[in-house]
């Protein structure tokens, strides 16, 4: 089926009744006004995107459509019907279903007691689990959707999961399907078989409702979507006739570059050396094996593969935080690490190491701490900070307004509590710190998750700065565009091994996801 | 949503939340005074006069405030480095070992400016070794805080009875007591220190200790909030991946917390031995260590804060037992409920009353500047 042909079929049904239907919600948290006058109108079996900033409201204006708030004001139509949805089995009664970003799931329990979970339909489980057997049977084979419902969903892989979490709502009969940042955690291959699951649903008169921050999958899927900036709809648009600026400028309120800019790299001496690192977490299992790799000067490193293939735990290691079992790590030619004389986080930070952790609050920042404490975190011990028993507060909060000036962290209020700032601001006020010493080398790791469009783009020029001053810059992100437009470089982990490299000027988005999932061995592999 | 909170000043949470806590707490405890029979206005005069009617009063109230604020600042501190220290009462009574053992070998022949430091020099250690044990099992081992803590109690206790009993007691006597101290070993009494110099105190068991017990605060302050280890130590609270992250050893913080816990505990002892009692006897500890908790708690773990609490509950006692005096009806017991209550409404149920008065602000404020 062609796009022309979808979108045929979205306007079959324009005479309906709207699917849904969201008149003048207002939402209020406090003083913030999540959700202001946001109307829109979604047409039965079509797809419709939500886009928008975090912090744009997306996400409240489906928790409201789902049960979890309620709004202040507002009118909800389901079918043409006016509908209160105070709860969320009030939505599930009115035909909503939804899949969320992290997935709602019992990892002990096999795929049909999932489903079964919480729609138990008789007293006895039996009778329940048979009953749900026969209906899940019916709706794989209705939408295409195989599993095999007596392995345990913590057996599954995350896109099977994800399933799972399809059918729980098909199971409740929903005819309205919400999903939260669906592909987050999924390979690109994931991603696509994702999609045409979603299109089936689609042809077969679900109505599909898709939050995501990526343009280039409400530009491959959708028929309309929604674009929300500080909790208004400020356009809505027909797919077919808007494009990826378009929409970016309408999310951030200004032109946006998509692209990085940046010149060839020039890569000097090697500064990083990682040779047949091994690592065994504490439950006894091996998370990297046998990783050698380089990092020079003056060259951003990139590690792609999707979440949880032992990406975090080798920045980890080479940050010092995890223990080595095997191999040897040196530092511009001298031993760093190795399974005998471990360093710890601060001693490696001292030889010039600054790391961005993967999660800046449960890693980076210390929420409860005034921006200013958090921005010495690692630090903290220097001569700068220190006198001999007490800390000059003045030299901190100096430093403090220093970097929130240098990298533009907003409000510019050193005293204001961490967890107080935006995700974006977060970000940089880590990314201040890090690159604020200077270091030889810089592990990042997803340096712009849950981080606006425009902090994104700031984020990007400052490390693409830091590899231009002639250091040595490793990146890990599971965002493959991020790796792809990033670095000069790229490796590919997949189940703590490196599966491949690839110059990133000759990588194909096609390679490095059929690497992601260990399925192909390109020509220009290095096994290890 | 992300978006930052309106922020609601300072002095709402600090000042006016808690005042409406005890005020509630007061009118529940009035209700149950008017239950069994008797005048709550009549019961909030003679608690207040008790505590504050008289020079004496005062003395005894601000004595009992010196014992809550050791404890209080040992149970905060702790609690910077995100442990729950029960256990300041056995800290306290074995600090009262390490303040006994000094005097019983040196009071015959050390004078005051030598042995009162050194006594003082020993209430810490010891509190701080039977605080350094649970800290080293919990960095190490990782046995919870609060079951060895509590534990540690009662080993205390065993122990100073078993001393008591058949080593330390003074030959002679039926009470498991130590003899008394000579005169050079006690802190002196404010009555008596003041007197010489025209001031006319009556007499009471206030004495010195308090100003230890204010510099005390000075200290805290100063090393949890101005120095790199009580960074540390905060950040181990707070986070313990992000200290990890910083290159903090969340072991060496535990441990350091727990020591400068039980040392503060332990001073306790420089209070109720040295200043008061002058002889080491059975359970002088009193709950100070289990009160001081709550001080904690109320003080928000600020010192600060912590001397007001300890201020209130000093008075609770002293009011309360003159309450308990004076209308019969009224037994200690439904003092310690007057507590109990404090404690209820102060702590457990902070949030009923605060996020009410944070919005009726926020309501006064906007329709205020009709923003």
New interface residues.
């Given amino acids: 089926m062609t796009p022309s042909d979808r979108r045929v079929d979205g306007l079959r049904n324009a005479i309906d009744p709207p699917a849904v239907e969201l008149i003048n919600i207002n939402k209020r948290?406090?003083?913030?006004q999540?959700n202001r006058n946001v109307s829109l109108s979604i047409a039965p079996a079509t797809i419709h995107g939500i886009v928008g900033e975090?912090?744009a409201?997306k996400s409240?204006l489906m928790s409201i459509l789902f049960g979890f708030y309620q709004a202040n004001s507002g009118e909800i139509r389901v079918n043409g019907k006016t509908t209160r949805i105070r709860t969320t089995e009030e939505a599930i009664r009115a035909g909503i279903g939804m899949v969320h970003q992290h997935f709602m799931l019992v990892d002990s329990f096999t795929v049909l007691e999932n489903v079964v979970l919480g729609a138990e339909s008789g007293r006895l489980l039996k009778e329940s689990l048979s009953t749900a057997r026969q209906t899940l049977d019916l709706l794989e084979s209705k939408y295409g959707l195989e599993v095999n419902v007596d392995t345990l969903v913590g057996d599954l892989p995350v896109g099977l999961q994800q399933r799972v979490e399809i059918l729980k709502a098909l199971y409740r009969e929903a005819q309205i399907l919400i999903l939260d940042e669906p592909t987050g955690v999924l390979t690109p291959q994931e991603s696509e078989q994702l999609f045409n699951i979603l299109l089936g649903l689609r042809d077969r008169g679900v109505t599909v409702i898709l939050i995501t921050h990526k343009l280039r999958e409400i530009m491959a899927i959708t028929d309309t979507v929604t674009v929300m900036r500080g909790g208004e709809v400020v356009a809505h648009r027909t797919t077919s006739q808007t494009s990826e600026p378009e929409l970016a400028e309408l999310m951030v309120g200004r032109k946006v570059l998509l692209r990085v800019e940046k010149g060839i790299s020039q890569p000097g001496s090697v500064v990083l050396d990682v040779r047949e690192v091994e690592t065994i977490d504490q439950r006894g299992v091996k998370r990297l094996h046998n990783v050698s790799f380089n990092v020079r000067s003056g060259e951003i490193v990139g590690i792609a593969g999707v979440s949880g293939n032992g990406q975090s735990e080798l920045l980890e290691v080479l940050?010092?935080?995890r223990t080595v079992t095997a191999g040897r790590i040196s530092l511009n030619g001298k031993p760093l690490i190795d399974q005998f004389n471990p360093r710890?986080?601060?001693?490696?930070?001292?030889l010039g190491v600054g790391?961005v952790?993967e999660d800046r609050l449960?890693?980076?920042?210390?929420?409860?701490?005034e921006a200013m404490?958090s921005s010495i975190?690692?630090i903290?011990?220097d001569r700068r900070?220190?006198a001999m028993?007490?800390?000059k507060?003045d030299a901190v909060l100096e430093n403090c307004r220093h970097k929130m000036e240098a990298f533009d962290v907003r409000?510019r209020n050193p005293h204001?509590v961490t967890v107080?700032?935006?995700?974006g601001n977060q970000q940089k006020l880590v990314l201040a710190r890090e690159m604020d010493e200077k270091p030889g080398l810089l592990l990042v790791g997803q340096p712009t998750r849950g981080v606006d469009i425009g902090a994104i783009e700031f984020i990007h020029k400052e490390i693409v700065a830091m590899r231009d001053a002639g250091r040595a810059v490793l990146l890990v992100s599971v965002e493959l565009e991020e790796i792809m437009s990033l670095a000069d470089r790229i490796l590919v982990m997949f189940d703590g091994h490196i599966v491949g490299e690839v110059t990133a000027s000759h990588a194909s988005e096609q390679e490095l996801g059929l690497m992601m999932a260990n399925a192909a061995t390109p020509a220009s592999a290095i096994r290890s | 949503?992300?978006?930052?909170?309106?922020e609601v000043p300072g002095w709402i949470g600090t000042v006016l939340v808690p005042t409406i806590n005890i005020c509630l707490a007061f009118l529940v405890s009035g209700l149950i005074i008017v239950v069994i029979g008797e005048d709550p206005w009549q019961a909030l005069d003679l608690l207040i006069s008790g505590a504050f009617g008289s020079q004496e009063a005062v003395g005894y109230t601000l004595y009992y405030t010196t014992n809550l604020i050791f404890t209080g600042l040992a149970v905060a501190v702790a609690f910077h480095a995100g442990l729950f220290n029960i256990g300041a009462e056995g800290q306290a009574y074995i600090g009262g070992l390490g303040v006994a053992l000094v005097c019983l070998a040196g009071d015959a022949n050390l004078p005051t400016f030598i042995i009162i430091p050194l006594c003082m020099v020993a209430a810490a250690l010891f509190g701080a070794a039977w605080a350094f044990l649970p800290g080293y099992l919990q960095a190490t081992r990782g046995s919870h805080i609060v079951i060895t803590t509590i534990m540690f109690n009662f080993i205390a206790s065993a122990v100073m009875v078993y001393l008591l009993v058949n080593v330390l007691i003074k030959p002679g006597q039926m009470a498991p007591e130590t003899r008394t101290f000579a005169e050079v070993a006690w802190v002196p009494f404010l009555h008596e220190v003041l007197a010489p110099v025209g001031i006319k105190l009556a007499r009471s068991p206030l004495n010195l200790s308090l100003a230890l017990a204010l510099l005390c605060c000075v200290v805290v302050w100063?090393f949890v909030w101005?120095?790199?280890w009580g960074?540390?130590i905060?950040?181990v609270g707070?986070?313990e991946?992000?200290a990890?992250?910083?290159?903090?050893?969340p072991k060496r913080c535990i441990v350091l917390a727990m020591t400068i816990s039980g040392g503060l505990a332990g001073l306790v002892a420089m209070n109720e031995i040295l200043g008061v009692q002058h002889r080491l006897l059975i359970d002088f500890v009193a709950g100070y260590g289990f009160t001081g908790i709550a001080v904690a708690l109320m003080g928000r773990n600020h010192p600060f804060g912590i001397v007001l609490a300890a201020l209130l509950f000093g008075a609770l006692y002293q009011g309360g037992a003159e309450l308990a005096f004076e209308i019969p009806t009224i037994t200690r017991d439904m003092v310690v409920v007057i507590q109990g209550l404090v404690i209820l409404f102060c702590g457990a149920l902070e949030f009923m009353v605060k996020p009410r008065v944070e919005?009726m602000y926020?309501w006064a404020h906007?329709t205020g500047t009709g923003s």
């Fill in positions: 948290f406090g003083s913030v999540a975090n912090g409201g409240t940050a010092g935080i710890d986080a601060g001693q490696v930070r001292g790391h952790p449960r890693m980076g920042l210390v929420r409860s701490f404490e975190l690692g903290h011990s900070f220190n028993v007490f800390m507060l409000p204001l107080n700032f935006s995700g | 949503m992300s978006a930052t909170r309106y100063a101005r120095t790199r960074y540390a905060r950040t707070q986070n991946t992000a990890v992250y910083a290159g903090i050893n919005s926020r906007r």
